[in-house]
Nanobody, 121 residues
């Protein structure tokens, strides 16, 4: 069983920065793509950023130029560096990963439980 655990959330002032981490553990043969999602109160969950195993990235328009996604394939960890934070960034941030559990098994998608980010004065 693969487990994803997020950390790094908290309260920050507008214009501030936070760095989120998501570590995968358990039965892992290989992790392909990893991504960060967020869901604000009263809104649908949206994709924030994604990254392939080789490092190709994709960002939502709302965070381009402010957020940076990265990963450490040795530690099976994905990061989200968030700069110039706005009140609109307030949400629960969750990570997910496409995990090849064993050499002979298929790919499964795993989700973390989420970490709260609040941007407020």
């Amino acid at each position: 069983q693969v487990r994803l655990v997020e950390s790094g959330g908290g309260l920050v002032q507008p214009g501030g920065s936070l760095r989120l981490s998501c570590a995968a553990s358990g039965s892992i043969f290989l992790i392909y793509s990893m991504a960060w999602y967020r869901q604000a109160p009263g809104k649908q969950r949206e994709l924030v950023a994604s990254i392939t195993r080789t490092g190709s990235t994709n960002y939502a328009d709302a965070v381009k130029g402010r957020f940076t996604i990265s990963r450490d394939n040795v530690k099976n960890t994905v990061y989200l560096q968030m700069n110039s934070l706005k009140a609109e960034d307030t949400a629960v941030y969750s990570c997910n990963a496409e995990v090849h559990v064993t050499f002979t098994s298929g790919v499964e998608v795993s989700w973390g439980q989420g970490t709260q980010v609040i941007v407020s004065s």
